[in-house]
């Protein structure tokens, strides 16, 4: 059996926890995959902070328009009814709260719900905070699309955060390859695991003291 799940798969799995009706936006990078996994027949309404509101899933290469694009530069589509804005009104829905939803990557989540995502603080790494900053404290809800572990193997999910943080206390939900958690006032709890994970070997990975949903 495996122990982590594939990016898609995951996008897929956050998709489906979106409420119908919700204001979404997603982040640049892998949260933008969960566009490709909204069901159909529900409504649920895609916010990209470079100004565009009824944003659809990624076209295919006969169908990509050059002047539609998402705040990562990607091509994205316009579904019927979109529509177009001024960088300072989309800045203002995202702080205004007026975003039920955003799911943003990250470097750390600490057991608090603090949110690293925009730089290593490393000398010479290059910040790229965009709007982060402002989806996470103006977003009802923030999930975190990430894998569970670094390159060199550490854990993401961490006691208290090292880099520079995004946010305070501002995450909601962790959705990785190995596991979804919560963030709760007695830290994570494991929701659901993949493959043959346990809260026990979360717990071993991570360093931490997981509890079970």
């Known amino acids: 059996m495996t122990t982590t799940i594939t990016r898609d798969d995951l996008a897929k799995r956050i998709a489906a926890d979106i409420p119908e009706g919700s204001y979404v936006n997603l982040g ?22 470079n100004g565009l509101l009824g944003m659809g899933p990624a076209p295919d290469a006969a169908h990509v328009d050059p002047d539609l694009i998402n705040a990562g530069k990607q091509a994205v589509t316009a579904l019927p009814g979109a529509a177009y804005f001024h960088h300072a009104d989309s800045f203002a829905m995202m702080r205004g709260g007026h975003l039920d939803v955003c799911v943003l990557g990250a470097f750390q989540v ?17 910040p790229a905070v965009g709007g982060a ?16 572990l670094t390159k060199k193997g550490e ?18 939900r962790v959705y990785t390859d190995h596991a979804v958690f ?9 929701r659901e695991t993949f493959g043959d994970n346990t809260v ?4 071993e990975l991570t360093g931490l003291a997981l509890k079970g949903a």
């Open 28 to 49: 640049i990078g892998a949260p933008t995959l969960v566009a490709n996994y909204l069901p159909d027949d529900q409504e649920i309404i895609l916010h990209t902070e």
């Open 110 to 126: 600490s057991q608090t719900g603090d949110l690293a995502n925009w730089s290593t603080g490393a000398p010479g790494a290059i």
């Open 182 to 190: 919560d963030v709760t006032d007695e830290g994570f709890v494991v």
């Open 155 to 172: 854990s993401k999910l961490v006691a208290e955060c090292t880099y520079p943080l995004t946010g305070v206390g501002c995450v909601t």
């Open 133 to 148: 900053m402002d989806l996470a404290i103006g977003a009802k809800s923030v999930y975190v699309m990430t894998d569970l």
């Open 200 to 203: 026990e070997s979360l717990s």
